[in-house]
């Protein structure tokens, strides 16, 4: 291959680009509408799994010492509940405090501790978090046999509930965007597919000519580049922008959602979706054009 | 230069388009392939460039048979030979200029040389003022000339021209077979399939006659006459 | 148009779709993922909308009575609740039973009604459901003017934040799915104009030949239908199949969430799927042979 | 039945294929139109059934202006032509039979009628034996006998053919244009643009000879000649 010829690759690109403009245009809508899509959900995706374990690790244990521990134990126990493995915090709230919660829930105005005749019934307790929340149950039943622990309470329904939700979306979700690869690739591979058959009769002549494969080949190549280049690089622009824009609003409007909004996982995916584009649209081209290569 | 050796050429159609055929043309030679329509010229054609295989027999180009030419030898075989196709098959999306340079761009050779051969090859044809305009937009037979610039422009050892005449008036024509005259006097084979029968009759070269598939005449100084 | 000539129609499309099946098998392939995925996403839209309404509609009022309210008023009281508009049910809650789950929450080994000498301080409360999640602001306000009634406690915030986060869920995914179904129609629209491009010459003799317009639209009107329909049909078996084999296992796995399986909703997205189909198909052909028309 | 009236005719190309024509054929004759190639011969036939649109003047077919036709009169208009077009024009995508075929459902004519006279019309051009294959795998001059066969399947009143020998040996070539003139003789206007000088100079119909867009000769009883 001599140097001139790359020359003439990339002329007979940008000819065959500016000539066959239709087709251009109706590839690069092709790659951009898929890959837009795919990235879309892909974010939908990560910011779903981020709500949910995020949901997950705002779960706690509490673990209620007994009404007779002799408050220089108290402090004890709190640090055999953080040598617990797994544990990552434990933050005594002490009777009184409570109390004060238990009055909260029945109305301010109403003396609750008086109305106890001045004793406070309630134990002391430990509000404990895991590392992970597929930790809350073992060290739930680690805290349960540490002296003076009368009792552990972790919502063990909720708990489970929202660990197979958190499962189930992850995996649903990672079934979808594979799903959503694979459509964008079809649909991408089946429009460049249809525009090089339409080009069947000049890859012959060409051959007819004495021209090589690979001498033909090129210029789809580079063409398809460009095609998944444009495409893709539209549907990132698209994605970018949206994404910013709703991620914004959202996070005025929900504040308390743990949404996605690190630059660098967008940029990320918008990397990887640039890739896609560029590999679909050479490779496609490629496979396209060897079955007409064969006169 | 080119051998036939029983040739039978059967389209997946069921169609006999050549039966045993066996002739040779020389290095040089100037070769007339006339006979009625459908009675396999353009097939004879196109199995020397390996448009077509044989269904059986062999076909030899330059001493080797094109039925096991490797696929990657398939394209220097066909640089060996300047094709005028009957239907034209100029690339719609290049210019005329284009679509001769093209011949030359496939050899890989120099921009220059490119830009100043084809300009003079289109002036022979008598096309120099139709180089930027798009095959579409051409008359049947300034089509069929382009078609005639383009296999002429390497000045290949074989030049394989189907009903080169076919839509060009007599004075065209004549002028046309004048230029592969004078590439035949280069050194050049040429083998022209044609109905033009006063052109053949007025050169009186070689000519092979066909008649449903089979080869009924070859003569050195033939001329165009209806086979029994 | 005689009836020979609607004959001619239909033998013509069916030549048509098996001698450019090449373009045919494209055609179904685009419109089958396009409403796969369109189809897909509106049943996640759906349960999504469903499981956020399901989590916000279960949330309920605590209105607390004063503890001095005397015990034949009690009755009285929930009647006034049952006539605030809006109100689902109101199930009332004696105090023995509130301290009852009071204790359960410390752990059982622990008599909390000893530890209080024997008096429970604890307010009878009524538990209100509203028919509506929306309502539940109002209907608090409403019962706080009630006689007798201490307090009124609903998870201001939960209620709050569970809203707008299931209107955000509804507003996005309407968005997603319009989205969607704009891109599916691009998609679709695309590839159809593609397949016709490629017979724009065959087009232009039928005119040269004397063919009317419609005598040339009809069979591609027709091919476009067949299309839509074949490549809707494959979409929605295998979104049906697919929803209904999830939808089983995640019923096992999550019976807690409210997940939509009525089989109406799924065979009316079904049918809208393939109507979109075949308008797609026919049209986007109608609309694509018309710039080749015009000869 | 055809007029031009100073027709001129400017390709989007700037190429004036014709230039100021004027010129009237009438009810059942039969016409050469002869010239070089690029002298606009093709575009002279194709203002008659319009293909393409005179720049300037009027084109009038039966009395009335092609140009002023609404578009839904224009099929109309060209089911009154039997057109063989320099490059064919045949549909890929159906056979020989089909191809012809096409030409009269498109008249909406009974099937009994199409089954009984599309298989006549190929013996009569000598493809009977070629029904059922496809366009691209016949040869050149059965495929340019297709595009006649088509032309004349509907006798449309006016037939309009552009180089339909060009691709025929002789003989066959003598043997359509037999069947030219036996369609002329039924009452069809026939024009025949062509380059064969043997058949125009034997039959001595009229000659409208073009050069250069112009109309150099219009003659009764003309031959073929190299014009000044
Ligand atoms: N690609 C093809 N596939 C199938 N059959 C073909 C093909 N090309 C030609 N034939 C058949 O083979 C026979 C010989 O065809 P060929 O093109 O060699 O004839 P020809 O001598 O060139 O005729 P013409 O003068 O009309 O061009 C014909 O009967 C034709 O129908
Ligand atoms: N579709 C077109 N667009 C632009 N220019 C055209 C078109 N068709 C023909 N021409 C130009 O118009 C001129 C006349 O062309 P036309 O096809 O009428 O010639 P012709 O007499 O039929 O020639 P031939 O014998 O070679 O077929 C030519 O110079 C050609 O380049
Ligand atoms: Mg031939
Ligand atoms: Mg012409």
């Known amino acids: ?71 220089e134990v108290v402090a004890q126990v709190g640090d055999a509940i953080r040598r617990v493995p797994g544990v ?16 909260a829930q029945f109305g301010e105005q109403h003396d609750l501790l008086q109305a106890l005749g001045g004793v406070n019934p309630l134990p002391d307790y430990y509000r404990v978090k895991a590392v992970a929340p597929d930790r809350v149950e073992s060290i739930a039943r680690s805290i349960e046999r540490i ?33 959503l690869a694979v459509a964008a690739v079809a649909l991408v591979a089946n429009t460049i597919r249809l525009a090089v ?5 000049e890859i012959a002549i060409m051959k007819y000519v004495g021209a090589t494969n690979w001498f033909i080949r090129w210029p789809f190549f580079l063409q398809g580049l460009f095609l998944g280049l444009v495409g893709a690089g539209v549907a990132v622009v ?27 996982i967008v940029l990320q995916l918008v990397g990887l979706l640039v890739l896609l584009g560029m590999v679909v649209g050479s490779l496609g081209s490629l496979i396209s054009v060897r079955r007409f290569l064969q006169v | 230069m080119i051998q036939f050796y029983n040739v039978t050429k059967i389209y997946p159609t069921g169609v006999y388009a050549l039966r045993d055929c066996t002739a040779g043309i020389e290095k040089g030679e100037f070769v007339f392939l006339v006979g009625p329509s459908g009675a396999g010229k353009s097939t004879f054609l196109r199995l020397i460039f390996r448009e077509e295989l044989a269904t059986r027999g062999q076909v030899l ?23 005028v196709f009957q239907d034209f098959r100029l690339l719609e999306d290049r210019t005329v200029y284009e679509n001769v340079a093209f011949a030359m761009q496939v050899l890989e050779r120099p ?69 592969l005259l004078e590439i035949n006097k280069g050194g050049t084979t040429v083998i022209i399939a044609t109905h033009n029968r006063e052109i053949v009759d007025r050169l009186q070269r070689r000519v092979i006659a066909l008649g449903q598939g089979r080869i009924l005449r070859d003569e050195a100084k033939g001329v165009y006459r209806r086979e029994a």
């Not at chain 1, 622990?149 to 649903?172: C, F, I, K, P, T």
């Not at chain 1, 058959?197 to 009769?201: F, G, K, L, N």
């Not at chain 1, 970018?240 to 660098?264: K, S």
């Open chain 2, 61 to 83: 180009v330059g001493g080797r048979s094109v039925s096991r030419l490797r696929p990657r030898e398939v394209p220097l075989l066909r640089r060996q030979i300047g094709v």
């Open chain 1, 147 to 179: 002296n003076y622990v009368e009792s552990v309470n972790y919502g063990r329904d909720v708990v489970g509930r929202l660990l197979e939700v958190a499962a189930w979306v992850q995996w649903l979700g990672m079934a979808a965007v594979v799903m």
């Open chain 1, 197 to 201: 058959m339409t080009r069947a009769r």
């Open chain 1, 238 to 264: 698209c994605l970018y922008w949206g994404y910013n824009w709703v991620i914004a609003r959202m996070q005025l409007a929900l504040p308390f959602l743990p949404l996605v909004t690190g630059q660098e």
């Open chain 1, 1 to 71: 291959m001599k140097l001139r010829t790359v020359g003439y690759y990339f002329r007979e690109t940008f000819r065959s680009v500016r000539h066959h403009s239709w087709m251009t245009v109706a590839a690069i809508i092709t790659v951009a509408i898929s890959l837009f899509i795919l990235g879309i959900f892909s974010l939908a995706v990560v910011n779903a799994n981020q709500v949910a374990t995020g949901l997950v690790s705002e779960l706690e244990i509490a673990a209620f010492l007994r009404v007779d521990t002799p408050p």
């Open chain 1, 88 to 103: 990552q915090e434990a933050i005594l709230v002490p009777k009184e405090e409570g109390l004060q919660q238990l009055a």
């Open chain 2, 111 to 179: 921009s220059k040389e490119i830009r100043q051969r084809v300009p003079r090859v289109l002036q022979m044809v008598g096309l120099a003022a139709r180089a930027n305009i798009y095959p579409q937009h051409l008359s049947g037979g300034e089509q069929q000339r382009v078609a005639i610039a383009r296999a002429i422009i390497n000045t290949p050892p074989i030049l394989v021209a189907d009903e080169p005449t076919g839509n060009l008036d007599p004075d065209t024509a004549w002028d046309i077979l004048q230029l």
